[in-house]
């Protein structure tokens, strides 16, 4: 079995150690690549050097963050750096043949730069120009597949490379999404710190492809994107997209049984 595994930024600064054995266990009998998120530690490290962040929200109601070029530089010490050298860390310390790369190596993910954004501010739309984000057009799935063949884990950090070769910031959990088809993975694991997803305090177990369309209009957060990413993992071919915490024991096993987390198809 080939797994995509999405591990939130909200994971990459608390204890996982049994998402970590988790790891050890399953890459004996299955393929892994493993996709990372940041925005926590971006914050942290741009507001260390006196750049308060820029978060915007689109006309159809996500946030993002306005990345000019000086955050795109602190995303890559952010990503890049700290939060994917990091993990190769953890994982290598636990004997976890781990690779560390973004999609900037290789040409892993190639993207349109978008330059400039819609963000809507106190109900008035504005054009914010020298965005450095990316809409991802291709992921190279042969040298993903050539790395996991080969017997290593990789660890792919968010920044992609654009058509005219600059690094461009790209939403983790739709990175992960396509990473998902371009090594042919069987299932997704979006990995977060809550159990899935909430509506009205209570944790949906199983929703369809038509139920999470409907309920996208009702979630806001970090949890929107992660529904939106789902779908469009399913629509570009992936059968099963799991959403779970990753803080609890055994977590990618535990969904993979479907005994945890929020089950979309």
Not at 39 to 60: C, D, F, M, Y
Not at 94 to 107: F, H, V
Not at 127 to 155: M, T
Not at 213 to 222: A, M, P, T
Request: aromatic fraction near 2%.
């Amino acid at each position: 079995m080939i797994i995509t595994i999405k591990i939130g930024g909200s994971l990459a600064d608390k204890e996982t150690g049994g998402l970590v054995e988790d790891v050890k266990k399953l890459i004996k009998e299955h393929k892994l690549v493993i996709v990372h998120g940041g925005g926590p530690q971006i914050n942290k490290i741009s507001r260390k050097l006196g750049k308060e962040p820029t978060i915007v929200k689109s006309p159809s109601g996500f946030k993002s963050r306005f990345t000019d070029k000086e955050t795109m530089d602190i995303t890559i010490m952010a990503m890049a750096g700290k939060v994917n050298k990091n993990i190769v860390a953890l994982l290598r310390k636990n004997q976890i043949p781990a690779i560390g790369l973004t999609g900037l190596d290789g040409r892993t993910i190639i993207a349109e730069r978008k330059d400039k954004i819609v963000a809507v501010e106190n109900g008035k739309k504005r054009i914010l120009r020298g965005d450095y984000s990316g809409k991802i057009k291709e992921v190279n799935g042969a040298l993903l597949k050539l790395i996991i063949d080969n017997g290593y884990l990789p660890v792919v950090a968010p920044i992609g490379i654009s058509l005219e070769n600059e690094p461009v910031n790209l939403d983790g959990d739709r990175a992960a999404a396509h990473i998902a088809k371009a090594v042919n993975a069987d299932v997704f694991v979006s990995l977060t710190d809550v159990p899935g997803l909430i509506i009205d305090g209570k944790l949906v177990r199983n929703i369809s492809r038509h139920e999470a369309e409907e309920v996208l209009e009702k979630v806001e957060g970090g949890m929107r994107k992660k529904i939106f990413a789902a779908l469009e993992a399913l629509s570009l071919g992936i059968k099963t997209v799991i959403i779970c915490s990753g803080l609890e024991k055994n977590p990618i096993s535990s969904a993979l049984e479907l005994k945890v987390g929020t089950i979309i198809k």
